[in-house]
């Protein structure tokens, strides 16, 4: 009777873990898919954007590494949640974003902002300390009271060295020669995750959600800037371009991710 209910179980397990999987794959071909296409509507109230913040309190603040993984993190795993499926409670405002021009706007929060902005729909992740937050995507003129009175810029943390990335981790690289702020390049990161995250194959994307999306962020130099993309003309890493909005001139490259090697 005993071995009889354990393989019941154990098939169980079986068919929901088959069940996950082919839900996740599903997502991560609507992210493949890439984005964009609607272009912006007539309304400035309508633009779609993806808001996030970034935890920088006063005492102790994060070092910048660990936030932008944080972001990166963060961004791609509200794409690839179960709530952002067909059927999901985040879907129809995930998918009117994903298929608009794609925008992230990064707040920063310390404090009681900080908790209160954990109360809004999204995902917060940690790395090493360093908290950030994305939410889910909507129109600007529909922003959460809690999130729309948080401060965009005006604080910004000293670029830092944490060694060597994990072998183990995509690499996010960051043009250092463009001096974006703390805010802009969370936004650029976390376009990088989802263009990685839908470059890769449908195992290893899941694979990474496993691990939460953990991923290494670095400031490139001008030589490392130059081979990282050496990798994307060969078609073995993906490049963000900005529409140069704010802060960088339009098509400059900000960010190439690159996959682990192993």
């Excluded at 633009?47 to 070092?63: E, G, N, R, S, T």
């Excluded at 976390?190 to 195992?203: F, K, T």
Aim: proline share 6%; hydrophobic share 45%.
């Amino acid at each position: 009777m005993g071995s009889a209910e354990s393989s019941s179980v154990e098939i169980h397990d079986r068919v929901d873990e088959r069940d996950e999987a082919a839900e996740f794959a599903v997502r991560h071909a609507e992210l493949a898919r890439g984005y964009g296409g609607n272009g912006d509507p007539d309304d400035p109230a309508l633009v779609q954007a993806m808001q996030m913040v970034l935890h920088i309190p006063k005492v102790d603040p994060p070092a910048r590494s660990a936030l932008l993984a944080a972001a990166a993190a963060a961004a791609v795993a509200v794409c690839l949640d179960s709530r952002s499926g067909p059927g999901g409670d985040w879907a129809a405002r995930y998918l009117a974003w994903k298929r608009s021009r794609i925008r992230k706007v990064a707040r920063r929060a310390r404090g009681a902002q900080w908790v209160a902005a954990g109360e809004v729909e999204g995902v917060t992740i940690e790395v090493d300390g360093a908290q950030a937050r994305a939410f889910v995507p909507g129109p600007i003129g529909a922003i959460d009271p809690r999130i729309r009175k948080l401060q965009i810029g005006g604080t910004d943390l000293a670029h830092d060295d944490p060694g060597p990335p994990d072998p183990e981790l995509p690499v996010l690289w960051v043009n250092a020669a463009l001096e974006m702020s703390v805010g802009k390049a969370a936004a650029q990161v976390g376009h990088a995750s989802m263009l990685l995250a839908g470059a890769l194959p449908v195992a290893a994307a899941a694979a990474w959600a496993d691990r939460e999306f953990r991923c290494a962020v670095r400031d490139a130099d001008e030589r490392q800037w130059a081979q990282v993309s050496a990798e994307v003309a060969a078609g073995r890493a993906v490049a963000v371009r900005d529409a140069g909005f704010t802060e960088v001139a339009p098509g400059s490259m900000t960010v190439i991710a690159v996959a682990p090697r192993r």
